[in-house]
């Protein structure tokens, strides 16, 4: 089966088989490891990517319907040398432990402010709200999207706390 789609800007293409996700051509036919696999059942987040510019479980979605599709993940959000904004921002926030939730986030986040430059918090838990983090990260995440937005100091007295 083979498919073309546009993956971080660049036309590839591959032949999976016909029922395989698009989660596993991109790590397993185009080596781009760091979307992750965790639950393969669309419930925790690790393996988001953006298509067309909404963050999706990589995992759920047939690569055949990636076609024609623009794909961004995790690497392709720095530009050059230069991290993107919620990169830095979950750095400079310490928003991960062990990682594993952390490129999902990153990615849902991304996602997040291509569409609203300036959410507010409801909106950044809702954004956040399919990344499960078994690490619980989830008030220095949200911490962080507010860094990258620029919204860090009005939402300063708000709880950091994301309860789910
Ligand atoms: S691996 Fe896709 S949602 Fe968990
Ligand atoms: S940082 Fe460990 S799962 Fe989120």
Do not use: W
């Not at 083979?2 to 395989?20: H, I, M, W, Y």
């Not at 696999?37 to 669309?42: I, L, T």
């Not at 987040?45 to 759920?60: E, F, K, P």
């Not at 530009?79 to 849902?108: K, N, R, W």
């Amino acid at each position: 089966m083979r498919l073309v789609f546009s993956v971080n800007g660049t036309k590839r293409e591959v032949d999976p088989p016909p029922a395989a996700s698009l989660l596993s051509v991109l790590r397993d036919d185009l080596g781009l490891t760091g979307t992750r696999f965790g639950c393969g059942s669309g419930q925790c987040g690790a393996c988001s990517v953006i298509v067309d510019g909404r963050a999706v479980a990589s995992c759920l979605m047939p690569a055949r319907q990636a076609v024609d599709r623009e794909i961004t993940t995790i690497e392709g959000l720095a530009t050059g040398e230069a991290l993107h904004p919620v990169q830095e921002a979950f750095i400079a926030e310490d928003a991960m432990q062990c990682g594993y939730c952390t490129s999902g986030m990153i990615i849902a986040a991304a996602a997040l402010l291509a569409r609203d430059t300036a959410p507010d918090e409801a909106a950044i838990r809702d954004a956040l709200a399919g990344n499960l983090c078994r690490c619980g990260v989830y008030g220095r995440a949200i911490r962080a999207v507010q860094r990258a937005a620029g919204t860090r100091a009005v939402a300063a007295g708000s709880s950091p706390a994301m309860h789910r």
